[in-house]
């Protein structure tokens, strides 16, 4: 049970294989049955996730006997000693160490012209994030957040330089509004395992968390906030609601596998946010082991390139990864991506491109092109919507060897795609069954780019259905041991 929120999930699910993928030659092909992962087939997602109270024994302090000066207005904030509209004082007069704290603040407007640096055990809590206001004044980030410390219930409006610093484990920002923040809402540092951010809300930031170095044993919680307007960083425009980047490109810091023995691996969870204009990435994960993606909303991407502008971005050799439940509208690149990962499961995602947006090139893409020395395994794609991009879903490897080995693309339903519904190639071991293609330019195209990417037996292309397809043809199959090609339909 994590400390600073409580939440009940209910999640029905479905583990198996979709009709048609047993039929034939396939049956007997091992490595491909079953499908490895789980996906949701009916899901209910909690109510607004409240803020716990804090345990009887931490003990309480009134910032209002350290206020100076002010009305509390916006006009005439709260003014306290050390800059901290009497906040600062008020955690400066707690006994040394002490285990538990909470500094409490009423409604109204506190002047922070210093920095809200919190030492372990201390908490700031207001009287919700509308009526309790910190509005930054003076230089510097807006605070730090060291072991099991927190900011509750409470605005913060900074003065456009950098956000909160979480530095230790167990930190927390529940219910919080933070705005006009240079850079980072929240940087969380490698040590700070845990950190917990819900039902808050990011406006006007580069980036809403920025979490670096975690190798994704952190188990951090991303629960129900909403974030917009994120910033963009010119060129061409890095600006994303949630960043995990576990080093530089060079992986410099990149994660070991198998983890640590003093860190083993937890699962963070981001789920049920609510992400829209974003500059770059609305999700984007480098290097991180162990995260589950679920429920969220991402909405118009703003700026365009290759490769930037996905709603969900994973790259440089995640592992262990669930996207599931998502919906993701007006991408301008992939809208799901997954770069060099594996262990990795895309299920039940809904991503839809209007007319009046440019196509994306693809709505679900996943690619090992960028990393010809690494194999990435098990890639499940299936029970997903996708509409109005290029392609539908574009799984693809390296044009001097297949570098993606076992992938299945299964029960997906793509719609009014210019290109193609499917494209597969630089794979070994694909399964490609059961999906639905309407008002496509192709149906599935094996072995894409020219028939550059080879596709390596054992291989499926087992029950699908093109209605309304321009172009029915299939080209550059695979033959030999190990393949089955049956039961497809296609229309034009």
């Known amino acids: 049970p994590l400390p600073h929120f409580s939440a009940t999930i209910l999640v029905v699910v479905l583990v198996g294989v ?19 992962s789980a996906f949701a087939v009916e899901e209910t997602h909690p109510p607004p996730l409240r803020c716990n109270p804090f345990p009887s024994s931490c003990l309480r302090v009134s910032v209002t006997p350290f206020i100076q000066s002010g009305a509390g207005t916006a006009s005439s904030p709260w003014v306290g000693p050390l800059g901290g509209g009497g906040i600062l004082a008020a955690v400066a007069s707690l006994p040394p ?33 509308t009526r309790t206001v910190l509005h930054k004044t003076g230089r510097g980030h807006l605070g730090v957040l060291q072991t099991r410390s927190s900011l509750r219930s409470l ?15 167990d930190c927390a920002a529940c219910g919080v509004a933070l705005s006009n923040v240079f850079l980072s809402g929240f940087r969380v540092a490698d040590a700070a395992q845990f950190f917990s951010l819900v039902n808050s809300t990011l406006v006007d930031v580069y980036y809403g968390i920025w979490a670096e170095a ?4 952190a188990g951090h919680r991303v629960l129900g906030n909403a974030v917009g307007l994120t910033r963009a960083l010119p060129p061409p425009g890095q600006g994303m609601g949630f960043n995990y980047d576990n080093g530089n490109a060079d992986g410099l810091l990149n994660c070991t596998d198998p983890p640590p023995p003093l860190r083993p691996a937890m699962v963070n969870l981001i789920q049920d946010n609510h992400i829209a204009s974003f500059g770059q990435f609305g999700i984007a994960v480098a290097r991180g082991h162990g995260f589950t993606v ?12 290759e490769g930037w502008g996905n709603a969900i971005h994973f790259e440089h050799s995640c592992r262990d990864v669930l996207i599931e439940g998502n919906f993701a509208s007006h991408p301008v690149g992939g809208s799901i991506s997954a770069t060099g990962s594996s262990n990795v499961t895309i299920a039940n995602n809904v991503v839809r491109v209007e007319p009046t947006t440019p196509p994306s090139e693809a709505c679900i893409i996943a690619d090992n092109n960028r990393h010809p020395v690494v194999l990435a395994s098990g890639l499940s794609i299936v029970n997903n919507i996708v509409s109005g991009c290029n392609v539908g879903v574009d799984v693809w490897g390296n044009s001097s ?37 309407h008002d496509a330019g192709a149906f599935v195209t094996i072995s ?30 695979p033959h030999g041991p190990g393949v089955e090609i049956s039961n497809n339909q296609c229309g034009g």
Request: proline share 5%; aromatic share 4%; with cysteine.
């Open 448 to 477: 894409a780019y020219g028939g550059n990417l080879t596709v390596v037996p054992p291989f499926a292309l087992v029950g699908n259905i093109g209605v309304r397809v321009a172009d029915c043809s299939l080209s550059h199959l």
């Open 155 to 169: 605005a913060v409006i900074g003065n456009g330089g950098d956000g909160v610093k979480v530095a230790g484990p």
């Open 214 to 217: 975690t190798c994704g044993y």
């Open 401 to 437: 060897a297949a570098t993606f080995d076992g992938v299945t693309i299964a029960g997906n339903k793509v719609a009014n795609t210019t290109r193609g519904g499917v494209q597969l190639g630089g794979v070994i071991r694909g399964t490609i069954a059961n999906n639905t293609i």
């Open 294 to 305: 679920r429920g969220n909303t991402v909405l118009h991407g703003v700026h365009s390139g």
């Open 18 to 36: 979709p009709t048609g993928l047993t039929s034939g030659r396939l049956a007997q092909l091992a490595p491909l049955q079953p499908i490895q």
């Open 97 to 129: 160490n002490t285990a538990c704290a909470v500094v409490l603040c009423p409604s109204g407007h506190f002047d922070l012209s210093g920095s809200l640096a919190l030492p372990a055990g201390v908490s700031v809590a207001g009287n919700g994030s």
